[in-house]
């Protein structure tokens, strides 16, 4: 199993950019694929975008495409989600999750990664 912390968040203001980072540990990463969830006041959580370790496959969320932007250091074990022109409604708690995973990430699969380990929450506000 994968342990995974996840940080880099804070209070910006819209259109400004963060980087959250997640470390993880624990277990060959190369059959698995990180994703990152975020969870705001009152809304459903979603998958904000994923990327297969091995292969480095990307999804994005419509809602970020264009804006953030999934990465891995497979060397350092890190994943890293660079988030740009941020918007108030991008307010959440980001977490890092990952878990096996194999096939196409899209829309309808990548939701199946939820079943795997998470990291602890980093706080994203952005001010209008």
């Known amino acids: 199993q994968v342990q995974l912390q996840a940080s880099g968040g804070g209070l910006v203001q819209a259109g400004d950019s963060l980087r959250l980072s997640c470390t993880l540990s624990g277990d060959s990463l190369g059959s698995y694929a990180v994703a990152w969830f975020r969870q705001a006041p009152g809304k459903d959580r979603e998958v904000v975008s994923a990327i297969t370790w091995y292969s480095g496959i990307t999804y994005y969320a419509d809602s970020v495409k264009g804006r953030f932007d999934i990465s891995t250091d497979n060397a350092k074990n890190m994943a890293y989600l660079q988030m740009n022109n941020l918007l108030p409604d991008d307010t959440a708690v980001y977490y890092c999750?990952?878990?096996?995973?194999?096939?196409?990430?899209?829309?309808?699969?990548?939701?199946?990664?939820?079943?795997?380990?998470w990291g602890q929450g980093t706080l994203v506000t952005v001010s209008s």
């Open positions: 999750v990952a878990d096996h995973f194999r096939g196409p990430l899209r829309a309808a699969t990548v939701g199946s990664l939820a079943s795997g380990s």
